[in-house]
């Protein structure tokens, strides 16, 4: 019983250090962004629409707004990354399952994040 009980948090540990504190992680919206190319450095997830990344910080405390180089959609709902905040502008578009490892329209000039 004390090996189930121990399996238990620890998944619980590990499902919070994949989706970050942020909230209820959510399948089907699921993107991570990258401070530099190559899904490299420092990181930061999201699960829900994101009108202004101002605010907003990778692991290391780098503000994610203009900041991201490259991006991977996680999850199963296609996300768009704008060069301008509440989702007007030039635009970088994940499928879902892909990535770019250099983002094309909005390499570190990106503001915020829309999902669908």
């Known amino acids: 019983m004390r090996i189930k009980a121990a399996l238990a948090v620890g998944l ?3 499902a919070l250090a994949t989706f970050g504190a942020a909230g209820t992680a959510n399948a089907n919206n699921l ?3 990258y401070y530099n190319s190559n899904y490299q450095g ?9 009108p202004n990344f101002a605010g907003y910080y990778f692991i290391d405390g780098q503000p994610v707004k203009n900041n991201a ?23 970088d578009r994940l499928s879902p ?8 329209h909005t390499y570190n000039e990106n503001a915020s994040l829309r999902f669908g």
Do not use: E, H
């Not at 420092?42 to 994101?50: A, G, H, M, R, S």
């Open 12 to 14: 619980a540990g590990a």
């Open 31 to 33: 993107v991570k962004l």
């Open 42 to 50: 420092n990181w930061v997830t999201f699960d829900t629409n994101i």
């Open 69 to 91: 180089a490259s991006a991977f959609n996680y999850g199963t709902t296609t996300a768009t990354i704008y060069f301008n905040s509440n989702y007007a502008g030039a635009s």
């Open 97 to 104: 399952g892909t990535g770019q490892s250099r983002l094309a």
